[in-house]
């Protein structure tokens, strides 16, 4: 049995340093070779790190390359994968999967027939604060969840992203954006959704760029960028969830989950650290001790952060390269995100509709991540 898979990356824009620089954090994973359709981004990538730059079709076709990380823009999302999957690789995605539904079904009935497997982050959920809630939760601290609300509110890319164009196009917008990780880390605690209702609108049609280099120039919304929804969950629980770019101050939390013997507050899904509160039903809010997580321990200074973060991406493409070499279930499975893309696109359905939308897909929850586990995966 192979110790290692072999990676390979496909679009080597802002993320791609990310899982560059992260990767090495754990088992299983060598980063063999690196490629862009702008060939000196590859290049420059691939001197920046020690790796090997190729074309796209030699990259697919090179046989030292057992996963293929798509980290292309979305609208590319199905159509690198399917290529990948075609050359015989795995394939690990950046959010979201794909763009519609039948465009991840296809992928997932592709790698069936294949025999290979495709996984999807966010990986965020896989954070020791987000475990540290799912163990709280599996325990009964806060008794059975019935509701609950998840904000994701502020004013758009335009004002950091050099080429923010794509964020404000069909495929774009907070909910596709944004959205995978707050469900993703609902599925993680909660389970899968059942139906789902939403009211969508756009303040602007247009944005003005305030970052560099392009300060100034206009690009078109062409997507709903204010997303109000509500997701009724199997388990009967009901979840309200905001996703908008035209907001400029909130008050919301990131999420909160209310149970029958009291609240759960849980950080940002975005990131894999921050402080989980819990009050019981004397309405007393404390902060919960944090646990030796190893995904909860600072490991990075981050220049638009007030403080030192945790960031661990590459876990959940660490977890299903041990899934694949054990043949278990992987975390991020091609189902949850399928469920995810799901999710996502019917709210915006709803939206167009005015109607509740049903799911056709569901999942299971992800296995816990505990410490053993999550220590099991580092280098």
Known sequence: MMEKLGIGIIGCGNISTTYLRLAPLFKGLEVRAVADVNKATAEARAAEFGTRAQPVDDLLGNGDVDVVINLTIPDAHFAVSKAALEAGKHVYSEKPLTLSLADGLALRDLAKAKGLAVGCAPDTFLGGSHQLARALIDEGRVGRITAGGAAVMGHGMEHWHPNPDFFFLPGGGP?????????????NLIGPVKRVAALTSAAETERTISSEPRKGEKVPVRTPTNIHALLEFHNGATVNLSTSWDVWSHRRGHMELYGTEGTIYVPDPNFFGGTVEVAGRDGVVAAVPAWDHPFGKVNQEHVSMPAPLANYRSAGLADMAQAILSGRDARCSIDRALHGVEVMTACLKSGETGAFVTMQTSCTRPAALGLDEARALLA
């Open 175 to 187: 909910m596709l954006d944004m959205g995978p990780y707050y469900i993703a880390n609902l599925v």
